[in-house]
């Protein structure tokens, strides 16, 4: 026989076991669950969000599983920051179960202090609409007047990815605060009464692709980005900016930041206050991949863009801007001031409107425009197409492979470079129309072969009218009836203006026989008057002397008479 003490420490010992066992089932059945769920999925969901749960979540242990699905955005990533589940998968999906997620308040998203993110570097955390529901609607994210949410110390390089979402409604906060190196990536996205999209400082990093704002036309200080303090903003594959009318700048970048805008577009955009972008203390920009600026208006300088004390490497590539205008300003595009340099490459500027620079106006800047196309731009003042001074020591100016064709402006319609002496070259420039008037090199009257030496304010060599000319607005030798052009033989000559001739075409029609009677007429006066000048100073010459002495008296009736001499006076 057992004794009861036997029994019993062979009883718990069972349940123990039972326990155990009973967990194991458990967290298997779990787990089974949720790779079940995970096999269901095209695209595996590893966190989720749903906003129609109608019981608590269980915060921080939320999202795992659809079943205790997290009930907000920022609860879903900040339970995510605790467990660290990115360490072990390295990306995940955070998927959004519905259709419409509320933001009342100012979220903040951001790794416990004492936590720190042990993440797998270039890991990347993207929250995308629910696989099980409709691919082609988009999840709204609606925030009111007090909504927005704040990124902060994600670092490590990891990035937080939307995916199709509507951001709307955010009509007062800043929607997207990105700060302290932290990455954020929006993707086939839409802002729409959200009138303030993002703002980006201290290393911050935003990148829009394929996204959509529109600032509805309303009359107010809104924006799309904000960037300062070493921080970058990108807009890539057909992003589109259109209709704000503010008094800030759409986009503004300063403090050593950057701005790259590819293959998207700028349109309809104003500001009263100065350019739709700003670029300025250190910062760069560049605008590349066939992007595209129209419609946009300065009530100063830059038309689209004015960037002044930029950093290097500020690039114009392959771009179109049309109907841009400064109404009050210079660059009716583009204006650059006061930078290390300046490339402008494979663009087109058409029927852009600026008071110096109706295309696009360089000052105190290197600048390289090649193979681009300026036509139908107005210089209300100077520089239909292009204006460049200077009064610092820029050398190195490039202008080459360039076109110009029916650009307007009372002084140099078609190019204006001032103040630029010898420090830039020009090559392979074509004028469609005439060329007078169509470059304004201010201070140079001397005609230069069209080639290596023919540099800026010396002479352009400009192809037009059928013919290469080394051209100037002050006329060079050959007056205002004649164009310096090149001659195999003899160098240089003026081809006149029909009726107009002389070697400087400076003589009028009609007027060659008048002239040609004057010049005989006047010969012979000099010719006359030099004669009688001779003929009295020959006669002159040859009148006989009387010898030194008292005069010849006469002393007889005969009339002879006899010469005394002189005599000495005692």
């Not at 086939?188 to 990148?207: L, M, N, P, T």
Request: charge should be positive; hydrophobic fraction near 35%; charged fraction near 20%.
């Amino acid at each position: 026989m057992h004794s009861p003490s036997n029994n019993t420490k062979r009883n718990g010992i069972l349940f123990i076991f039972a326990l155990i066992f009973g967990m194991s089932l458990g967290f298997l059945a779990e787990k089974r669950t949720e790779m079940n769920e995970l096999q269901k999925d095209p695209v595996p969901c590893g966190w989720y969000v749903d906003p129609t749960l109608e019981v608590p979540d269980n915060y921080p242990k939320c999202g795992r599983t659809r079943a205790s699905a997290c009930r907000t955005i920022d609860r879903a990533i900040n339970a995510l920051f605790i467990n660290n589940t990115l360490g072990i998968r390295g990306t995940i999906n955070l998927c959004l179960l519905g259709r419409r997620f509320e933001v009342n308040e100012s979220v903040t998203i951001s790794p416990p202090p004492d936590r720190p993110v042990k993440w797998v570097s270039g890991s990347t955390l993207r929250l995308i609409p629910d696989n099980q529901l409709d691919p082609s609607q988009f999840i709204t994210i609606s925030g009111s007047k007090q909504g927005s949410f704040t990124f902060k110390n994600i670092t490590q390089n990891v990035t937080i990815a939307f995916d199709n979402l509507i951001f709307d409604g955010f009509e007062m906060n800043t929607v997207l605060n990105v700060q302290s190196e932290t990455r954020v990536q929006i993707d086939d996205s839409i802002f729409i009464r959200s009138y303030r999209a993002a703002e980006i400082e201290s290393g911050g990093h935003v990148r829009f692709s394929n996204t959509q704002f529109n600032g509805g036309g309303r009359q107010n200080s809104s924006f799309v980005a904000k960037v300062k303090q070493d921080s970058a903003v990108h807009f890539e594959s057909n992003c589109r900016i259109v209709d704000y009318n503010t008094d800030v700048p759409v986009i503004s970048v300063k403090g050593n930041s950057r701005l790259h805008f590819y293959a998207s577009t700028i349109s309809n955009c104003k500001n009263s206050a100065g350019s739709p972008v700003s670029v300025t203390l250190g910062s760069s920009f560049q605008l590349k991949d066939k992007s595209v600026f129209t419609g946009n208006v300065a009530t100063l300088d830059g038309g689209l863009l004015s960037g002044i004390g930029c950093g290097t490497g500020c690039i114009i590539s392959n771009s179109i801007f049309s109907n841009n205008n400064a109404v009050n300003g210079r660059g009716g595009a583009v204006f650059c001031s006061d930078s290390p340099s300046l490339k402008v490459e494979s663009s087109s500027f058409d029927s852009n409107t600026a008071q110096n620079g109706g295309g696009i106006a360089i000052f105190n800047t290197k600048v390289r425009i090649w193979n681009s196309q300026f036509k139908k731009n107005i210089g209300s003042t100077r520089g239909g197409g292009v204006w460049l001074s200077t009064n610092v020591e820029t050398k190195n100016n490039t202008l080459g492979s360039c076109l110009f064709d029916s650009n307007v402006a009372p002084i140099g319609a078609q190019i204006s470079m001032t103040d630029f002496g010898d420090r830039g070259s020009w090559r392979n420039i074509t004028v469609i129309g005439t060329l007078k008037n169509a470059v304004d090199c201010e201070g140079s009257d001397v005609c230069k072969p069209c080639g290596g030496s023919c540099k800026y304010c010396e002479g352009a060599c400009i192809r037009g009218d059928n013919k290469e000319v080394c051209y100037s607005s002050k006329g060079f030798l050959c007056g205002d009836h004649g164009e310096c052009v090149l001659n195999n033989e003899v160098g240089f000559e003026c081809d006149c203006q029909t009726g107009w001739q002389g070697p400087l075409c400076d003589v009028a029609p009609g007027k060659t026989t008048l002239l040609l009677i004057f010049a005989v007429c006047f010969f012979a006066m000099l010719l006359g008057v030099t004669g009688f000048v001779l003929v009295w100073m020959w006669k002159r010459l040859h009148m006989p002397t009387e010898p030194e002495g008292e005069p010849f008296l006469p002393s007889s009736p005969h009339g002879k008479g006899r010469w005394r001499p002189k005599r000495a006076l005692i």
